[in-house]
């Protein structure tokens, strides 16, 4: 079974390089001296020490191999001019919330990318999936996972943050 492409930008790849670096060089060999540093103290039945760095260890090679696994399967994305929206695309939305009406920017990208908090909005999430392959000044309608239907205007689609 042929594994899933993931698709991310030039960016999110640095990123990941740059963190995969940091694990090697850094942090993975840090986590080995701590290790050894714990043996050294004996019983390891009852090392607190030696537990935390196994536990450690389990966590940095978790995220080692994850890194791995997406930077062997991804696709770089590559954006063109038109004014759709799509994967890599930043867009300015504007929609009615709770608190009243709310202008926002995003980044459409692959789900291993994602990231809310930053602005950074899957294209396998409701409002993702509902606004690829619209365009600026449509509106267009998202059913949210509580059931509910937002109108969601589409302000601008570029290749760059505004």
């Known amino acids: 079974?042929?594994?899933?492409?993931?698709?991310?930008?030039?960016?999110?790849?640095?990123?990941?390089?740059?963190?995969?670096?940091?694990?090697?060089?850094?942090?993975?060999?840090?986590?080995?001296?701590?290790?050894?540093?714990?043996r050294s103290q004996g019983d390891l039945s009852e090392n607190a020490d030696y537990d935390a760095a196994r536990n450690e260890q389990a966590r940095l090679n978790g995220r080692l191999n994850e890194i791995k696994e997406i930077l062997k399967n991804s696709v770089i994305l590559e954006l063109d001019k038109s004014d759709k929206v799509q994967n890599g695309k930043f867009i300015k939305i504007q929609y009615t919330g709770p608190k009243g009406e709310v202008t926002e920017q995003y980044q459409i990208v692959g789900s291993v990318e994602a990231d809310i908090f930053n602005h950074k909005l899957s294209n396998e999430s409701p409002f993702g999936k509902a606004l690829?392959?619209?365009?600026?000044?449509e509106t267009v309608k998202v059913l949210t996972p509580a059931g509910t239907t937002v109108s969601v205007k589409i302000l601008s689609v570029s290749n760059k943050a505004e």
Request: proline share 2%; no cysteine; charged share 35%.
């Open 1 to 38: 079974m042929e594994a899933k492409k993931h698709e991310i930008t030039e960016e999110y790849k640095k990123e990941l390089e740059a963190e995969l670096d940091n694990l090697n060089n850094v942090l993975i060999p840090a986590n080995v001296q701590a290790l050894q540093d714990a």
């Open 132 to 137: 690829i392959g619209h365009k600026k000044n």
